[in-house]
């Protein structure tokens, strides 16, 4: 985008870089941080997280770049998709907290509905 363009035309971009940085520092405090006083199955959880994230966050980087009219509604939900799915694999491995399970694959289901409403629109033209 050009400069000066309207912000929420790069809301794709701002939200995919914003993502992108905090993948990248949550992975890290995880593969350091977090090795020692993980069992597998909490850093599994934890690597699934940052893996989503992350292919999300180059995603919506791509969806800025594609310069597709009317990206508000599939970067909300890509970005709250991401930020449910993540968060509860998160807060899970740290805590303990095995029913946040249930509320992970409602942000499988945004992520899902966002992507494919990408494509619709990539479709449609």
Known sequence: MMAGAPARGRL???A????????????A????????LL??????WWQTAVQYQMWNAVGLVGVNGAGLSRNGLPTTLLVAGTLVFAGTLYLM???GLRWLGMIT?????LMIAGWLLVAWRVWRG
């Open 39 to 44: 069992g597998p199955a909490e850093l599994g």
């Open 12 to 14: 794709p971009l701002l």
């Open 93 to 95: 491995a740290l805590t």
């Open 16 to 27: 995919g870089c914003v993502l992108a940085a905090v993948g990248i520092a949550l992975g």
């Open 105 to 109: 694959p409602i942000g499988g289901v």
């Open 29 to 36: 405090f995880g593969a350091h941080g977090l090795r020692n």
